[in-house]
């Protein structure tokens, strides 16, 4: 069984750019979320999404969005890049209901120069 | 809002014997789950452990056992008979009930213990 996947791997953008990370969650798995780690701020919830809807979003600005599709892979946007937001964003993705723990994918390392 | 509390940044231990990582949570639910994620170098965030708040059964996996306290608001991590792959950063993770709505549609990390294993 296939895990979660994440592309790309690693990114490297100037301030000032957009860029787009993707998620594909494990088969069956149509709860997905994004999650920012820094070493300062630790991890932080950027936001989940069901049924290709938004279900709960973090305290982020709104520079930070994301989609579902249809077959749940996910997509998060950060537009206006700030040097701040290098950070290694992760991907999860769980059954619903209950308290299942999520699978995570291996991350994109983004490095905003 | 829950917080939750890893207040051992760094922790070693020589293969084979036992650790013990700490963590403490903050929250006003009586139901709730709780984790234990270990993250190596290759960054993927891997699940060790779960606990159900309303089971009071300590869980086990293997050479991983956790120490649940509720009345204190304490989930600590046992590894036992520690191995050179046990090496990482773990992570402590709070989950809100289904019935909380949108808290449950996150989980909360401490700020993680990196353990070090000594040969």
């Known amino acids: 069984k296939a895990g979660v996947t994440q592309t790309p791997r690693y990114l490297i953008k100037t301030r000032g750019q957009q860029v787009t990370l993707s998620c594909s969650p494990i088969?069956?798995?149509?709860?997905v979320s994004w999650y920012q780690q820094t070493p300062g701020q630790g991890l932080q919830f950027l936001f989940e999404?069901?049924?290709?809807?938004?279900?709960n979003k973090g305290n982020f600005p709104g520079r930070f969005s994301g989609r579902q599709f249809s077959n749940s892979r996910s997509e998060m946007n950060v537009s206006t890049l700030e040097l701040g937001d290098s950070a290694l964003y992760l991907c999860?993705?769980?059954?619903?209901?209950?308290?299942?723990?999520?699978?995570f994918g291996s991350g994109t390392r983004l490095t905003v120069v | 809002a829950q917080t939750v509390t890893q207040s051992q940044p760094e922790m070693s231990v020589q293969e084979a014997e036992t650790v013990t990582l700490s963590c403490t949570y903050d929250?006003?639910?009586?139901?709730?789950?709780l984790f234990w994620y270990k993250q190596p170098p290759s960054r993927q965030m891997i699940l060790v452990i779960r606990?159900?708040?309303?089971?009071?059964q300590n869980a086990t996996e293997n050479r991983f056992s956790v120490n649940f306290q509720k009345a204190a608001k304490s989930f600590s991590l046992k590894i036992s008979d520690s191995q050179l792959g046990d090496a990482a950063m773990y992570f402590c993770?709070?989950?809100?009930?289904?019935?909380?709505?949108?808290?449950?549609?996150?989980?909360?990390f401490g700020k993680g213990t990196l353990l070090t294993v000594n040969p």
């Open positions: 993770a709070y989950r809100s009930p289904p019935e909380s709505g949108g808290s449950n549609y996150k989980l909360t």
């Open positions: 088969s069956g798995h149509r709860s």
């Open positions: 999404y069901f049924s290709e809807t938004q279900r």
């Open positions: 929250t006003s639910e009586s139901d709730y789950y």
């Open positions: 999860a993705s769980t059954l619903t209901g209950e308290g299942y723990g999520y699978t």
């Open positions: 606990q159900e708040a309303y089971k009071q």
